[in-house]
């Protein structure tokens, strides 16, 4: 009986660990995550190419959330730092910075490897971009550095994205509803429900 009722607090834990993730998750994507994605995406040579793949709709099934997933997984970015863009970022990055960092310190967090590690990719980009004091005036040098953290973030950040917007469909569809209208790969997304 001990093991039994043991079995179940730990499963009931564990699903309310997930909830309070879950939640992170969407305040990252809500606060900061899906600006930040217009951002990334703007040094992508190939945009066309990703709007395709992860251009979320409510018509998506699980089939097309994991084919969404693993393509850009493995996808081949064409990422290109030019001097606006990046001063663009920098300051994005530069307002949601404590905001990223206070995630991080969220201990619910750690079971949740994945959005962890995007975390820090995001992070490590916003450390890298804010050690700059002249943004537009990089050699060429360290803006291939800054490609190879913008690739790291981007890709991180996508798969999350498309992860949470499949629990959204799930769990949430009234979020997932507004996330779609919400959509940064839909160029005709609109806000209000027509």
């Not at 994605?37 to 998506?60: A, G, M, N, P, Y």
């Not at 990089?138 to 690739?151: G, V, Y």
Request: net charge positive; hydrophobic share 45%; aromatic share 8%.
């Amino acid at each position: 009986m001990t093991v039994v009722l043991g079995k179940v607090l730990s499963a009931r834990e564990k699903r309310e660990r997930l909830k309070k993730t879950n939640m992170a998750v969407g305040a990252f994507f809500s606060e900061a995550g899906t600006e930040l994605i217009k951002h990334l995406v703007s040094f992508e040579t190939q945009r066309s190419k990703f709007k395709s793949l992860v251009d979320v709709s409510e018509q998506w099934t699980q089939k097309d959330f994991s084919r969404a997933r693993q393509a850009v997984a493995s996808a081949s970015f064409r990422i290109v730092c030019k001097d606006s863009e990046l001063i663009n970022l920098k300051e994005y990055l530069g307002k949601h910075r404590m905001f990223v960092l206070r995630l991080l310190e969220n201990p619910n967090l750690l079971e949740h490897e994945i959005f962890t590690d995007m975390l820090w990719a995001v992070f490590h980009l916003s450390d890298e971009i804010m050690a700059r004091k002249n943004i537009a005036d990089l050699p060429q040098t360290d803006k291939d550095h800054l490609a190879i953290d913008i690739e790291r973030a981007i890709r991180a950040v996508l798969v999350q994205w498309v992860s949470h917007m499949e629990h959204l469909k799930s769990d949430y569809p009234y979020l997932f509803s507004l996330a779609v209208r919400k959509n940064p790969f839909n160029s005709k997304a609109i806000i209000n429900v027509e």
